[in-house]
């Protein structure tokens, strides 16, 4: 068997998955925010057009030892 088939397939160049929390899904201003944001880390800070953009609602949540709840969207590590 040829080595490159056993890599699996290429994920798909134009799929950008973007996970938002609903308090920003439910704001057309910060949605439109988002997407160009995303399209500018992207490459394309003017267009998203031939872009499959899917839109995923945050639905995990984390809970600290103090036993507070957090929605548990991934944040850049800064530092």
């Not at 490159?4 to 439109?32: C, H, K």
Request: hydrophobic letters at 40%; aromatic letters at 6%.
């Amino acid at each position: 068997m040829p080595s490159n088939l056993a890599r699996g397939p290429l994920p798909d160049p134009w799929l950008v998955n973007i996970t938002v929390p609903v308090s920003v899904a439910n704001e057309l201003d910060q949605m439109q925010t988002v997407i160009k944001k995303v399209m500018t880390q992207y490459g394309c800070p003017t267009c998203h057009s031939g872009i499959d953009l899917r839109i995923n609602i945050a639905r995990d949540f984390v809970v600290n030892p103090a036993g507070d709840v957090f929605q548990g969207t991934v944040l850049p590590v800064t530092g």
